[in-house]
């Protein structure tokens, strides 16, 4: 298969565009903040300059039934954790150059259905605690994006994603669809596809935290990289991906060091595909699945995720 063929196949990915929170993190009150597991074949990769845009929808589960201590043995808590979203994303690509490459900007909604149960031991008795929340979640915007294609076989972008505390949130809640503070990201993302096919691809990114006001809480910086590799067979992309998350930085409450730092980590890995069919009315359709292990400081699940877009 030819680079410029792997190329058309690959235009509509849109590196930002389908963005929604599904994992659980070990951050303040174990919820999502970020977006985990996004990122899969084409992740370097943007659509073309287009009239008008590239559209996308992403639908995701993730659900947990296990939670980690800081040296990844299980908790005393008993947890049962399902969070399921939907959102809808806006990515531009213009023709104007910026870095010696071409500028974009993007947009993403989601809207979540999220619960959680928590069993905590007592002298007692165990204490269940429940809690739900569906309602949209933070917005997420991409203010710069510079995509570059220096070679054939080769593409690459960075962008700024900056993470905005529009999503809602009650501090009663034991789980909330939004964060109640922002988040900047720095992300860089890279595709390399040889003249046989076969596909390397990751994002990487670092998410810096604002304090949560209403509980003086400041989650701690974290690492996520999101990658797949996999070989081109026609339509069909077939191979495996997964995530690997980090927590650089310890978590802060009212200025000092919560507990130990409470940080956290996790590698999730798992068959993943895509499929577009040059030519046809079909949008580019990414799938996969996700087993996590190897966790601290957060849940253990397994995640599901498709995704597609469209360019206009």
Same mark, same amino acid.
């Not at 509509?12 to 977006?35: D, F, M, R, W």
């Not at 990122?39 to 296990?66: H, I, K």
């Not at 990844?72 to 870095?99: C, F, H, Y």
């Not at 939004?178 to 096919?197: K, L, M, R």
């Given at each position: 298969?030819?680079?410029?063929?792997?190329?058309?196949?690959?235009?509509?990915?849109?590196?930002?565009?389908?963005?929604?929170?599904?994992?659980?993190?070990?951050?303040?009150?174990?919820?999502?903040?970020?977006?985990?597991?996004?990122?899969?074949?084409?992740?370097?990769?943007?659509?073309?300059?287009?009239?008008?845009?590239?559209?996308?929808?992403?639908?995701?589960?993730?659900?947990?039934?296990?939670?980690?201590?800081?040296?990844?043995?299980?908790?005393?808590? /008993?947890?049962?954790?399902?969070?399921?979203? +939907?959102?809808? *994303?806006? !990515?531009?690509?213009?023709? #104007? %150059?910026?870095? @010696?490459?071409?500028?974009?900007?993007?947009?993403?909604?989601?809207?979540?259905?999220?619960?959680?149960?928590?069993?905590?031991?007592?002298?007692?008795?165990?204490?269940?605690?429940? /809690?739900?929340?569906?309602?949209?979640?933070? +917005?997420?915007? *991409?203010? !710069?994006?510079?995509?570059? #294609? %220096?070679?054939? @076989?080769?593409?690459?972008?960075?962008?700024?994603?900056?993470?905005?505390?529009?999503?809602?949130?009650?501090?009663?809640?034991?789980?909330?669809?939004?964060?109640?503070?922002?988040?900047?990201?720095?992300?860089?993302?890279?595709?390399?596809?040889?003249?046989?096919?076969?596909?390397?691809?990751?994002?990487?990114?670092?998410?810096?935290?604002?304090?949560?006001?209403?509980?003086?809480?400041?989650?701690?910086?974290?690492?996520?990289?999101?990658?797949?590799?996999?070989?081109?067979?026609?339509?069909?992309?077939?191979?495996?991906?997964?995530?690997?998350?980090?927590?650089?930085?310890?978590?802060?409450?009212?200025?000092?060091?919560?507990?130990?730092?409470?940080?956290?980590?996790?590698?999730?890995?798992?068959?993943?595909?895509?499929?577009?069919?040059?030519?046809?009315?079909?949008?580019?359709?990414?799938?996969?699945?996700?087993?996590?292990?190897?966790?601290?400081?957060?849940?253990?699940?397994?995640?599901?995720?498709?995704?597609?877009?469209?360019?206009?």
């Amino acid at each position: 298969m030819h680079i410029a063929s792997l190329t058309l196949r690959k235009y509509l990915v849109s590196a930002s565009a389908l963005s929604l929170a599904c994992a659980a993190h070990a951050v303040e009150n174990g919820a999502p903040i970020t977006p985990i597991g996004v990122f899969e074949f084409g992740a370097g990769m943007l659509p073309p300059p287009s009239d008008v845009a590239t559209v996308g929808v992403r639908a995701a589960q993730y659900s947990a039934t296990r939670l980690k201590d800081t040296n990844g043995n299980a908790s005393p808590v /008993g947890i049962k954790i399902r969070a399921s979203s +939907v959102g809808a *994303a806006v !990515v531009k690509i213009t023709d #104007t %150059p910026l870095l @010696g490459g071409t500028y974009g900007f993007s947009a993403v909604v989601p809207y979540l259905d999220m619960q959680n149960r928590l069993t905590v031991p007592t002298p007692v008795g165990p204490l269940d605690l429940r /809690g739900e929340n569906r309602a949209i979640g933070d +917005v997420q915007v *991409a203010p !710069v994006i510079v995509k570059w #294609t %220096p070679s054939p @076989g080769v593409f690459m972008n960075a962008r700024v994603e900056l993470q905005l505390p529009t999503g809602s949130y009650d501090r009663t809640r034991i789980i909330n669809a939004g964060t109640n503070h922002w988040t900047a990201s720095p992300t860089f993302a890279f595709t390399y596809i040889t003249p046989g096919g076969f596909e390397v691809s990751s994002n990487i990114q670092v998410n810096v935290h604002g304090k949560n006001k209403d509980t003086q809480y400041r989650s701690g910086m974290e690492y996520q990289h999101d990658f797949a590799v996999g070989q081109h067979a026609g339509a069909w992309t077939f191979g495996v991906g997964g995530y690997l998350y980090k927590q650089l930085t310890d978590d802060k409450a009212n200025g000092a060091r919560f507990q130990d730092g409470n940080r956290s980590r996790v590698v999730a890995l798992g068959p993943t595909v895509s499929f577009f069919e040059l030519g046809s009315d079909w949008p580019l359709v990414w799938a996969h699945v996700y087993k996590e292990f190897g966790a601290r400081n957060r849940t253990q699940g397994t995640q599901f995720a498709v995704r597609a877009a469209w360019t206009f």
